[in-house]
C-alpha cells in the first residue's frame, strides 16, 4: 500500500512513517516546509510539501496514495475563544475532507483525542462506545475542539468517505518538537514544572501509536473508532516515574480551582497586558484533569494491536532525544 502520513515531521508522524515503512509499505511523507522534512528522507518515503488549509497542494501530495493519515492535530495554544478555536479546527479539516473525496482513497484516518470521549459513567475504563448526549458543557478549547473534530470525522464517514478514527492516548516518545505532551518531562528534568493537577490518564509510547494508526490504515472498519492504549496511571503515579527518572524532585499537586484561577490571571495578562503565553494552559489542565483510565481491548480484539514499550521506557527515550537535543539545562 502507498500510505500517505500528514505531520509527518511531529511526534506521532514521525513514528507513525517509520511503522508505515516497518510494515512494507510506501511512504508519502507530507509537511509544510522542506526544512522539517530533511530529517525523514530515506528510501521509499516521498516527500512532499502541503498546508492543510491549501486545497490545491493537498491534492497534488495526496496524487497516486491508497490511504492517509492525518496526524497534524490542531492544539490550542494561546488563549482566545474557544469557539474560534473550533471554527479553525473544523475549517481546516474540511478543507482535507473535500480533498479526499475527491481522490480514489481506500482509507483516511483521522487521529483523534481521547478527550472527545466522555468518562464512563460507571468508573471503568472507556471505550470507543462513549459518546456525549449533547455538547459537553465545559468550555475548553482543547475538549470543545476534540470533541467537535471527533463528530465531524464520523459525519464524513457517513457520508461514504472511508474515515477510520485512530485515537493515540497520551503519548511520550523521540521527535516531540512541539513539545507536547513530553513537556512534562522536559520541565520536569528543567525543575521549572510549576506543578501537576491529579486525574486518570492512559500512556503509550509514540512508537507504538504510530504503528496502532498503520493498524487501523490497513484494516479499520469505516466509521469506527480504535483506541490505542498503553497503561492506565493517575497523574501522582506518572509523575512519580518522571521525577525519578529525571532525578529531580516531585512536583507539587495543584488542586484543580487554583490550577484554572492560575491560568485565567495569565491568560488575562496575555490578552489584555501583552504578557508572555500562559505556563498553566487552559489545554494543558484538561489533558491532566479531564482524562479517564481507557481500554484497549477493541483494537486488540480486531487489529491485533497491544503497546509493546512500557511507560518507563517510553519516558527514557524522550528524555534522552532531548538531552540530545540540549533542551535539557540543568
Known amino acids: 500500500m502507498r ?17 508505515a515503512l516497518t510494515a512494507g509499505h510506501e511512504v508519502v511523507a507530507i509537511g509544510r516546509s ?3 522534512l530533511m530529517a525523514i528522507e530515506q528510501p521509499n518515503v516521498a516527500l512532499r510539501i502541503s498546508d492543510m488549509g491549501d486545497a490545491a497542494s493537498l491534492r497534488a501530495a495526496l496524487e497516486n496514495v491508497n490511504a492517509v ?17 473550533v471554527d479553525a479546527a473544523l475549517r481546516g479539516m474540511k478543507t482535507f475532507y473535500e480533498v479526499c473525496e475527491s481522490l480514489p482513497l481506500t482509507k483516511v484516518v483521522y487521529v483523534g483525542a481521547a478527550i472527545a470521549l466522555p468518562r464512563d459513567p460507571s468508573g471503568r475504563p472507556g471505550t470507543e462506545a462513549l459518546d456525549y448526549a449533547e455538547p459537553p458543557s465545559h468550555h475548553s478549547p482543547y475538549l470543545q475542539v476534540k470533541w467537535a473534530l471527533d463528530k465531524q470525522a464520523r459525519e464524513a464517514a457517513m457520508r461514504g468517505l472511508p474515515v477510520s478514527i485512530g485515537i493515540p492516548t497520551m ?24 506543578g501537576f493537577v491529579e486525574g486518570r490518564r492512559n500512556v503509550i509510547y509514540a512508537g507504538d501509536a504510530g504503528r496502532g494508526l498503520v493498524r487501523v490504515a490497513e484494516d479499520g472498519a469505516v466509521g469506527e473508532r480504535y483506541l490505542l492504549a498503553g497503561e492506565n496511571l493517575t497523574m501522582s503515579e506518572l509523575m512519580a516515574k518522571i521525577s525519578k527518572l529525571t532525578g529531580t524532585a516531585m512536583p507539587k499537586r495543584i488542586p ?3 490550577a484554572r484561577l492560575i491560568s485565567s490571571i495569565q491568560s488575562a495578562r496575555y490578552k489584555f497586558l501583552s504578557g508572555p503565553e500562559p505556563t498553566v494552559s487552559e489545554s494543558a489542565i484538561a489533558v491532566m484533569a479531564s482524562g479517564q483510565f481507557i481500554s484497549g481491548e477493541k483494537a486488540k480484539r480486531t487489529l491485533n494491536f497491544a503497546s509493546q514499550v512500557n511507560v518507563d521506557e517510553a519516558i527514557e527515550r524522550t528524555l534522552a532525544w532531548f538531552k540530545k537535543l540540549g533542551l535539557v539545562t540543568r
Open 256 to 258: 484543580l480551582p487554583v
Open 171 to 194: 503519548s511520550f516518545g523521540e521527535y516531540d518538537v512541539g513539545k507536547t505532551t513530553g513537556r512534562l518531562i522536559l520541565e520536569m528534568a528543567n525543575n521549572t514544572l510549576p
Open 34 to 36: 522542506k526544512t522539517s
Open 69 to 85: 493519515i492525518n496526524c497534524a492535530g490542531y492544539y490550542p495554544t494561546v488563549p482566545r475563544p474557544w469557539q474560534e478555536e
Open 3 to 19: 500510505m500517505a502520513v500528514i505531520g509527518a515531521s511531529g511526534l506521532l508522524g514521525r513514528h507513525t512513517v517509520q511503522a
